[in-house]
């Protein structure tokens, strides 16, 4: 009977990922609509431009942990054989924190646009924003255990998925770097806003694939 109950919680995950590249589209085009154009006259255009720096940098930062994000994604979704009640409710939770990244995104324009140092206000900006990446990094890692636990890989090579998901999302790396990020970003702004892009630009390298070729080479 409990064999029953589990095959009849199985869904098809073609739902799920169309659903989910939904949201991480919305939330990449959110982020572009989020930044305004400058209300000045064409000769100082160039330097108000120029001004916008904390803008291109909060958006460079979550363009490119959305993107990290949705290519795992893609990669656990496509391992799974089916995904069950439990997958697509954790799967929300991952959405919630995408379908919000915008939020805390134009928070950290707006401060460090303006930076109000007597008040920290540029502090908890970024601190806030590295909350946000952290929880995002660990609903993703939440998924693949819970994927890995509940046997959603399939009997069809699962002992080997189930070691590569163990390695891709074991808690690790992306979530002690995006701490530390966090942080930092309490202490100083600026150096918690490079870490983030650091750590953006570490994780889209496909290592994976160099030690690969280095392995066969």
Request: with cysteine; hydrophobic share 50%; aromatic share 10%.
């Amino acid at each position: 009977m409990a064999e029953q109950g589990t095959r009849s919680n199985r869904r098809a995950k073609g739902r799920l990922e169309a659903f989910s590249d939904g949201v991480f589209a919305i939330a990449i085009t959110l982020l572009v609509l989020e930044i305004a154009v400058p209300t000045v006259k064409g000769s100082h255009l160039l330097s108000e431009l120029a001004h916008e720096r904390p803008v291109y940098l909060a958006y460079f930062v979550a363009f490119m942990t959305i993107g990290i994000v949705w290519i795992e994604h893609t990669a656990l979704t496509d391992a799974l054989d089916y995904v069950d009640a439990g997958f697509m409710r954790l799967n929300l939770l991952l959405l919630l924190l995408v379908g919000f990244l915008p939020y805390p995104t134009r928070v950290l324009e707006e401060y460090l646009s303006k930076l109000h140092p007597e008040h920290g206000g540029d502090r908890v900006a970024v601190a806030f924003f590295g909350v946000v990446l952290f929880l995002m990094s660990l609903m993703l890692i939440v998924l693949g255990r819970y994927a890995e636990r509940e046997g959603l890989f399939g009997s069809d090579a699962a002992e080997e998925r189930s070691e590569e998901n163990r390695l891709r999302y074991q808690l690790g790396p992306s979530l002690i770097l995006y701490a530390v990020a966090t942080g930092c970003g309490l202490i100083s702004p600026y150096v918690g806003v490079a870490l983030y892009i650091a750590i953006g630009v570490y994780l889209l390298l496909p290592i994976r694939i160099v030690r690969r070729w280095l392995r066969r080479a």
